[in-house]
């Protein structure tokens, strides 16, 4: 089994900053492509960032393209989200996903409207607010 625990969720002002992380555990062999996604209250679940599991390869979602950026430490196992010139419409629970797939299957899933990962953690709540 895997386990992925997220921290550094908290609270910002608009225009601040968070680093959000992501530590695998477990069978991490399991894992090929890891990803952040979000859920805004009364929202669905939607994809942030995504990142491959062989090699730099990232994909982002609209919305946080050049605010956001995702990286990942193949030694620590972890994944980063930087967040930066955060919005109020950011505020939402930030979940880290690992798949056994590659990226490119994990975009193709959410191009598609699908949300589903291999193994979840339990969320971080990110607050941006005045």
């Known amino acids: 089994q895997v386990q992925l625990v997220e921290s550094g969720g908290g609270l910002v002002q608009p225009g601040g900053s968070l680093n959000l992380s992501c530590a695998a555990s477990g069978s991490i062999n399991l894992i090929n492509a890891m990803a952040w996604f979000r859920q805004a209250p009364g929202n669905e679940r939607e994809f942030v960032a995504g990142?491959?599991?062989?090699?730099?390869?990232?994909y982002y979602a609209e919305s946080v393209k050049g605010r956001f950026t995702i990286s990942r430490d193949f030694v620590k196992d972890t994944v980063t989200l930087q967040m930066n010139a955060l919005i109020p419409e950011d505020t939402a629970v930030y979940y880290c996903?690992?798949?056994?797939?590659?990226?490119?299957?994990?975009?193709?899933?959410?191009?598609?409207?699908?949300?589903?990962?291999?193994?979840w953690g339990k969320g971080t709540l990110v607050t941006v607010s005045s």
């Open positions: 996903g690992g798949d056994s797939q590659p990226l490119y299957v994990i975009v193709d899933r959410v191009k598609g409207g699908h949300y589903d990962m291999d193994y």
């Open positions: 990142s491959s599991g062989r090699g730099p390869g990232v």
